[in-house]
């Protein structure tokens, strides 16, 4: 099993991002994929999962309207997008999902998103 | 939505010491509580599921506790390889939030 997100990204203030990951190993489309961000020297805070099967999609209040979660099962990536960056977007972002039985956790390497002017 | 809340938020301990971290809910999760251990850069990695149950692969000195509001982590004998720091976060409903942190240092 293995999640690889997209490289790093530079991006300007008011820019449009989207970053993605992909899954193998596993059938995407039974498990959620969870998206985690972390500010540059700062703890870890969940944005939003998708069910990959129906798109079922819940945010967390903080990230509402802020970004978009989305996922083609068909060749097995979520998607994470911005349609206007802000500086304090800048942060590590990963994907991971949880397959149980028995339990395992897997993350990817995770994205650097640097946005300045 | 569902506030965790770690202590404390760092500590420094000698090598073979126990040590104990705790982490509060603002309301019941039941026993849908993780914890994840998170070396400097790296991913984090589940140490614990469900309060207590130990993740496959996981060094047995990792032990969960607790249920409702009140859990904690403990590590039986600290390790030089347990410089980490560490998460417990609650997957008992959405947004599924993490505590703070709890940084762990080796004396």
């Known amino acids: 099993v293995q999640l690889v997100q997209s490289g790093a990204e530079v991006k300007k203030p008011g820019e449009s991002l989207r970053i993605s990951c992909k899954g193998s190993?596993?059938?995407?489309?039974?498990?959620?994929i969870s998206w985690v961000r972390q500010m540059p020297g700062k703890g870890l805070e969940w944005m939003a999962r998708?069910?990959?099967?129906?798109?079922?999609?819940n945010y967390s209040p903080s990230f509402q309207g802020r970004v978009t979660v989305s996922a083609d099962k068909s060749i097995s990536i979520a998607y994470l997008q911005w349609s206007s960056l802000k500086a304090s977007d800048t942060a590590m972002y990963y994907c991971?999902?949880?397959?149980?039985?028995?339990?395992?956790?897997?993350w990817g390497q995770g994205t650097l998103v640097t946005v300045s002017s | 939505d569902i506030q965790m809340t770690q202590s404390p938020s760092s500590l420094s301990a000698s090598v073979g010491d126990r040590v104990i971290i705790t982490c509060r809910s603002s309301?019941?999760?039941?026993?849908?509580l993780n914890w994840y251990q998170q070396k400097p850069g790296k991913a984090p990695r589940l140490l614990i599921y469900?309060?207590?149950s130990l993740k496959s692969g996981v060094p047995s000195r990792f032990s969960g506790s607790g249920s409702g509001t009140d859990f904690t982590l403990t590590i039986s004998s600290l390790q030089p390889e347990d410089l980490a720091t560490y998460y417990c976060?609650?997957?008992?409903?959405?947004?599924?939030?993490f505590g703070q942190g709890t940084k762990v240092e080796i004396k």
């Open positions: 976060q609650q997957s008992y409903s959405t947004p599924q939030t």
């Open positions: 469900a309060a207590s």
């Open positions: 309301q019941s999760i039941s026993s849908s």
């Open positions: 991971v999902t949880v397959i149980a039985p028995p339990m395992n956790d897997y």
């Open positions: 190993g596993y059938t995407f489309g039974n498990y959620w």
């Open positions: 998708i069910h990959p099967s129906d798109s079922n999609i």
